[in-house]
């Protein structure tokens, strides 16, 4: 190696760090408001209402083709609301799924308890209907935030890597066949809601 380096011009070892870039180089990232993105026309926060209204008009159902699953009595939708709340909404039609995932709102409303925090649509696999799902993905939400495997989008992308999102960031990707749109804020609010109301002063 050294034999055939030693017969570079010079001007090719001047050159050769320009042509390899270091691998801590930032990448480029593009910070994108997910939030404001819908999946069949579902966004995050959304009521209970307002989510199996849309997902009714996006597939063309009858509301009974929208199937809901109740937060069970111990569950912490029913102990933040006082009553138990719709946690799932999900519609399934010969592989093709979308799940709509609620949260309780924090502070409670009476009036609107619960909100869309995650959101994922998914339909059968084949190499065709992946490309088809990324086209469709990249036509609808425009340039992604962050490199990588699959098309990502979200509102705090992280800077260094130019590789995935923050934590506590609202996010989109597209993964093979399937859709999934999360925004943590509401998980967050309950999260702390709840370590709030277990909080104890120690009596030592």
């Known amino acids: 190696m ?3 380096l030693s017969v570079l011009p010079p001007a090719i070892f001047l050159a050769l760090p320009l042509m390899v870039p270091p691998a801590s180089a930032a990448q480029p990232v593009k910070p994108v408001d997910v939030r404001s993105f819908d999946v069949g026309g579902v966004k995050t926060g959304m009521s209970v209402a307002q989510a199996r209204a849309a997902m009714q008009k996006n597939f063309g159902v ?3 083709k929208i199937k ?9 939708a029913t102990r933040i609301t006082g009553s138990q709340q719709v946690m799932y909404l999900v519609y399934e039609d010969n592989g093709t ?3 709509v995932t609620f ?3 924090v502070p409670y409303d ?3 308890p619960m909100a869309a ?5 998914e339909i059968p696999w084949t190499k065709d209907n992946e490309n088809a799902m990324k086209d469709a993905a990249l036509k609808k939400y425009g340039p992604v935030s962050t490199g990588g495997m699959y098309p990502l989008w979200c509102d705090k992308p992280l800077p260094r890597t130019g590789m995935g999102c923050e934590p506590d960031s609202a ?3 597209a993964a093979s066949t399937k859709l999934e749109m999360s925004d943590p804020a509401w998980q967050n609010a309950r999260i702390r809601y709840m370590d709030q109301q277990s909080a104890t002063r120690p009596k030592i």
């Open 62 to 64: 009858p509301a009974e």
């Open 117 to 121: 925090a995650l959101i994922s649509y």
């Open 97 to 99: 799924r979308m799940q």
């Open 68 to 76: 809901a699953s109740e937060s069970a009595p111990y569950q912490v």
């Open 2 to 4: 050294k034999k055939y």
């Open 103 to 105: 949260e309780p709102r």
């Open 171 to 173: 996010k989109l990707e």
């Open 110 to 112: 009476k009036s609107n």
